[in-house]
């Protein structure tokens, strides 16, 4: 019995880790309705080197410069917001180009 | 051990729920349903997005055209740069991506049936339901203006024939006549939107009937982006524009089509064309179904948008009230893709985590000239979806050319993105 609640513990444990979605890959659907396709202005982000990630959120969320939008969304993000969006995007398979 | 992939996940999830461990999802009982309302960005991303994180939930669209002509760069269209058919989607990549297009006119939400219930009559059932029916124009709001007389004063809020007549409308325009809009007050559909009509008509007028004039009656003092836009219409348009605050009008007492004029209770103003947006609210399926409880607009749990009137069905873009972001479709079509995360958890009977939302709006104010407002979305611990203090906002003013010519290369580059992503044919990322 406790073999089976056990067993039953670990498939929990591990159907709960995929059956709902990670707050990185909710924050994901906002970046991606600009940033999920090549071919335009705005660069595709998907599969970029995780360190280059956090470097270049870092810098936005630093740089106050306006030319783009990002200052003005990264600044809201913690360091490990930006790690865990980091890792979330280059987990994912590169788009198409 | 190999990493588990959202099937395998799934069926793990079902067999212990089956032993009475966790709350018994949709899943255990068989194949999981979910009825989306509304095809635009709202209810096509949260279809689209459904699909694509969990292929086994039966997935409906229920449309009420065989296309979806976006309000996002309609003023383009107006402005004679782009045709309508570029701004215009079929729901073939939808369907291709496993999701049933139902035509039909959706009547009625029925919470306690668990059914949409279509005009023609078929009850299509759900497990949940998410509903994003965009708005209604009310007609009934400002005396003279119904829908007989749009088709002369045309309000093209929402993108179709009405574009293509508001288009048509000013191309013929007399030498040196006058564009008169009449504007709402908040809330409404895009609120930018107007004034980057007055910018993009602005923009036609100056290069073919430089002597015309344009009028904004507005029912409210100050407006979104206002001293960007300001800013360019001084720098583009000099005297063309004249924006006529609430202040100055005192609200919109009557419209007179016949006389093509727009009756304050300060001054009448008369156009050559007239522009009329009127008030709007909630799209009528949810008024019908009482989601929004007698109001205009639906009031929604801001963490999962599911209505406190109607347990399974969840409500979202410009049709709800969704905290502090503006009625857009970017907006729409990022709660729409994290409601259906928000629906997959609860169906799989597992809790639903948060995110960040946020929102873009970008403005031409001349096709090489665009403009931003940005926000940042969390839910606070009243449960309220708040914008982040400190974030999000405007573009710079006295910023150069080719900042405001970047800005126009992103509004472009958003909008291909995003309508390929929900609406196209192609492999999503």
Redesign the interface.
Known sequence: MFKLMAMCAVLLTAGSVSAQSTPAEITFESCSACHGAAGSEIPAIAGQDYERLIDVLTAYAADADQATIMHRFAVAFSVSEIEGLARYISDLEGMPQ | MTR???RS??A??A??AG?G??PAPAFAQGKARVVVVGGGFGGASAAR?LKE?APEIDVTLVVDADSFTTCPFSNLVIAGEIPLSQITFGYGGLAAAGVEVRRGLATEIDAARKVVVLADGEAIPFDRAIVSPGIDLDFEAIPGYDAAASEKLPHAWKAGAQTILLRDQLAAMPPGGTFVMSVPNNPYRCPPGPYERASLVAHFLTNTNPTAKIIIVDGKDSFSKQALFTEGWDRLYPGMITHVPFAENAGVLEIVPERLEVVTAFETFAGDVVNVIPPQRAGAVSLRSGLADGGDWCPIDQATFESPFAPGVHVLGDAAIVGDMPKSG?SA??QG??CA?TV??LL?????????????CYSFVAPDYGI?V?G?YRTDPDGRLKS?Q????T??TG?DDV?RQ?EA??A???Y???T??IFGM????
């Open positions: 588990l992939n959202r996940a799934l793990v999830v067999s212990v032993s461990l966790l997005t994180i970017f079509s990022v893709a994290v995360h997959v958890a799989r009977g597992a809790p639903a985590e948060g995110g960040v939302l946020l929102n873009t931003s940005a940042v982040i400190g974030a999000g906002g573009s710079p910023a900042v970047s290369d992103y472009r580059g958003w291909s993105t995003m390929q992503q192609g492999p999503r990322g």
